[in-house]
C-alpha cells in the first residue's frame, strides 16, 4: 500500500509566478484535501475534491485552484504569488465516509522571493 | 476565527511519565476530533481519533478524552518515550454542510520527552 505522495519537495518562485504543486492519493482513497501550513502554524483548509469536482474550499482567495484526475491524483495551482504564499503545502487523501484519519503527505515547502 | 485551540505551545516531560495535551474547541458541528503528531521534514501522521458522541477512546499507550459540556479533549501518553517527542496538532472534522470532511487543526503543541 503507497502512502500519499508530492513533488516537488522544494520550490523557489519569484512574486507574481505561478506554480503547480502535484499529489498522488493513497490507493484505494477517493478524496484529496489541500492545506497549507505556515511556519508556527497548524495546516489551514485550501480545498477539498471528490470525484473530480471541489466539493469544500477554505478562506483562500480564487487564485488558489485546484484539479482532480480519475485515478484521484491531484494538483494544486497558485497563481500571481505572494511573499505570504511562502509555507509548506501539505495533501490529504481519504475515504469517504471513513472515520480513519486522513493520509498526509511530506509536503512541498513552496519559497516565493 | 480560532475554532481550534491549543493553548500551549511546548510541554516538557520526563521519559516514563505522563504526557497531558490539551485542546479547545468553539463549534459545536464536529463530528470527529483527531490528534496528529507531525516530525520536522515530515507530514502529520495520524495518531487517535474520537466521534462526537463518545467521551474515550484508547489505543496502547494513547488515550483521548473527550468533555463536550467543556468542549475540550486531551491526549494522554503513558509512558512517555523520547521517540514521542514532535509536534501535536488536534484536528477537528466538519459534520456536514459545505465544510464537510475539512479538518481545522491547533496550532500545535511542541512535546519533547527527556531520557
Known amino acids: 500500500e503507497t502512502g500519499v505522495t508530492q513533488s516537488p519537495t522544494h520550490l523557489i518562485k519569484t512574486r507574481g509566478q505561478q506554480v503547480t504543486l502535484r499529489c498522488s492519493s493513497q490507493?484505494?482513497?477517493?478524496?484529496v484535501s489541500w492545506y497549507q501550513q505556515a511556519l508556527g502554524q497548524g495546516p489551514q483548509f485550501i480545498f477539498q475534491y471528490y470525484r473530480e469536482e471541489e466539493n469544500g474550499r477554505g478562506n483562500f482567495p480564487p487564485r488558489f485552484s485546484g484539479l482532480q484526475f480519475p485515478n484521484y491524483s491531484s494538483e494544486l495551482n497558485v497563481n500571481a504569488l505572494e511573499l505570504d504564499d511562502s509555507a509548506l503545502y501539505l495533501c490529504?487523501?481519504?475515504?469517504?465516509?471513513?472515520?480513519?484519519?486522513?493520509?498526509f503527505g511530506s509536503g512541498t515547502r513552496l519559497t516565493v522571493v | 476565527d480560532q475554532q481550534v485551540k491549543q493553548n500551549s505551545p511546548s510541554l516538557s516531560v520526563q521519559e516514563g511519565r505522563i504526557s497531558i495535551l490539551n485542546c479547545d474547541y468553539t463549534?459545536?458541528?464536529?463530528?470527529?476530533f483527531l490528534w496528529y503528531k507531525k516530525y520536522p521534514a515530515e507530514g502529520p501522521t495520524f495518531l487517535i481519533s474520537i466521534s462526537s458522541i463518545k467521551d474515550k477512546n484508547e489505543d496502547g499507550r494513547f488515550t483521548v478524552f473527550l468533555n463536550k459540556s467543556a468542549k475540550h479533549l486531551s491526549l494522554h501518553i503513558v509512558p512517555s518515550q523520547p521517540g514521542d517527542s514532535a509536534v501535536y496538532f488536534c484536528a477537528a472534522r466538519h459534520a456536514g454542510g459545505t465544510s464537510y470532511g475539512k479538518l481545522t487543526f491547533g496550532q500545535g503543541t511542541i512535546l519533547t520527552v527527556h531520557p
Open positions: 490529504a487523501s481519504s475515504l469517504t465516509g471513513s472515520n480513519y484519519g486522513y493520509t
Open positions: 490507493s484505494g482513497h477517493n478524496t
Open positions: 463549534n459545536s458541528m464536529f463530528d470527529y
